[in-house]
């Protein structure tokens, strides 16, 4: 009996593969977070922030998808990647409320957190992929989706998490509610990857979009740590 040989790796695998190297850093600046003295603290703050992100994701996916539907006449991989997005822009509308739902749980109004400046941490995350959906190719916005959807919480980390900021679980709807919705749309977009027929420089866009959103990501949350460390010393 010959057992199946297993064919090379496509680019969701090669992807995953790539951001191997960048995921160490962006873990160690969660655990930093999580396990902090100050967590209840700190947890608004993270939430604020995330806010700053997700609140942008749906219109930055829109565009990519329109720029790409104007493209697929002549492009399949754009027209894969506007039907993709086509079918995963409603999964993502709304999460912008539930952080702001959560945040409302902990007493924070509104009001404040969207008076608030996102950070330049926060616009690069964001913004480079601007640029590069409009400047360059649609295509690049998987690699932020990448990032995004590929490390759900788990529910065990979330857990530890309410115990230790003593805040009520209804504060952590988002986080608990993208443990159970994430490894699905993981699956889902891996399997949309797999399906465009990328060549090596788009598949490199893609790659080079999700190294910097790993960054980018991982500079947010020692921001959000940094921020209010030096708030709390400048107050002692």
């Known amino acids: 009996m010959r057992l199946p040989v297993a064919g090379p790796p496509g680019p969701a695998q090669r992807l995953r593969a790539t951001l191997g190297f960048v995921v160490p850093p962006l873990v160690a600046a969660s655990e930093r977070l999580v396990s902090h003295p100050r967590i209840s603290e700190l947890y608004p703050e993270y939430l604020a922030a995330m806010h700053g992100v997700i609140r942008a994701s749906v219109p930055l996916m829109d565009t990519a998808r329109t720029r790409a539907a104007a493209l697929a006449g002549g492009d399949p991989v754009a027209a894969g990647v506007a039907a993709y997005l086509e079918a995963h822009i409603p999964e993502e509308r709304g999460h912008d409320e539930w952080l702001l739902d959560d945040l409302a749980v902990l007493g924070v109004d509104r009001a404040e957190v969207l008076a608030r400046i996102p950070s330049p941490a926060v616009a690069t995350f964001v913004g480079v992929q601007y640029y590069w959906v409009l400047h360059h190719d649609p295509a690049a916005v998987l690699g932020y989706v990448a990032v995004l959807e590929g490390y759900p919480p788990s529910k065990a980390l979330v857990d530890g998490l309410i115990a230790r900021s003593g805040h009520p679980r209804k504060a952590f709807r988002t986080m608990l509610a993208h443990g159970v919705l994430d490894p699905r749309h993981r699956d889902e977009f ?7 027929p990328l060549s090596e420089a788009r ?3 893609v790659r080079l979009s999700a190294l910097s959103s ?7 949350l020692h921001e959000v740590v940094d921020g209010a460390e030096r708030r709390w010393a400048a107050a002692a």
């Not at 790993?214 to 947010?220: D, S």
């Open 190 to 196: 891996d399997a949309a990857l797999d399906a465009l």
């Open 203 to 205: 598949e490199a866009t």
């Open 214 to 220: 790993a960054r980018m990501l991982t500079e947010v």
